[in-house]
């Protein structure tokens, strides 16, 4: 998918919402407060859209409600935009970039870059199962210098 594309299937803040409450809700809403599966959406000229209240705890919340995303004045657009630019690119987008791309302040970009990174530390931690393969790596650095110790270098060393 390229920009245009991720621009025709999300073309209003409400198709971002709605994308954002499907992965992270999945089939039923779930307050981030207490974890109840009941609640209602609040729908009145004054409420925002997407706002809605627990039946157990009585809160407000919405889908950016404990997230990184949450209490900022970004559009989901542009976190959505965000995210697919420093998913799509294989070296890392610089926050100048996301910064320029987004019409957004540098600071601002740095924060949301590492926002977007915190979001995907769930998916780092976890663990490999199965046939895992890797090529010829040596996993570690330099030894640390010991005086009179002459450590092996190359395939002779014993990291694993």
């Known amino acids: 998918m ?6 025709q299937r999300f073309p209003n803040e409400q ?3 709605q994308f954002f409450e499907s992965v992270l809700w999945h089939d039923r809403r779930k307050c981030p407060l207490c ?3 009941q609640s209602c959406a609040l729908k009145s000229q004054n409420v925002r859209p997407g706002l809605y209240e627990c039946y157990q705890c009585k809160r407000q919340f919405t889908v950016t409600t404990r997230t990184p995303m949450h209490s900022t004045k970004l559009s989901l657009w ?12 294989s070296k890392g987008v610089s926050s100048v970039f996301l910064g320029r791309y987004l019409g957004i302040s540098q600071p601002a970009a740095w924060r949301m870059g590492h926002a977007i990174r915190q979001m995907m530390t769930p998916m780092l931690n976890a663990k490999l199962s199965g046939v895992v393969e890797l090529d010829e790596t040596y996993i570690g650095g330099k030894p640390r210098y010991q005086p009179g110790v002459k450590n092996k270098r190359g395939r002779g060393t014993r990291k694993y």
């Open 15 to 17: 198709s971002c919402r």
């Open 78 to 89: 542009k976190w959505l935009q965000a995210m697919y630019l420093i998913v799509n690119s």
């Open 35 to 37: 974890g109840c599966e």
């Open 2 to 7: 390229n920009l245009d594309q991720l621009r």
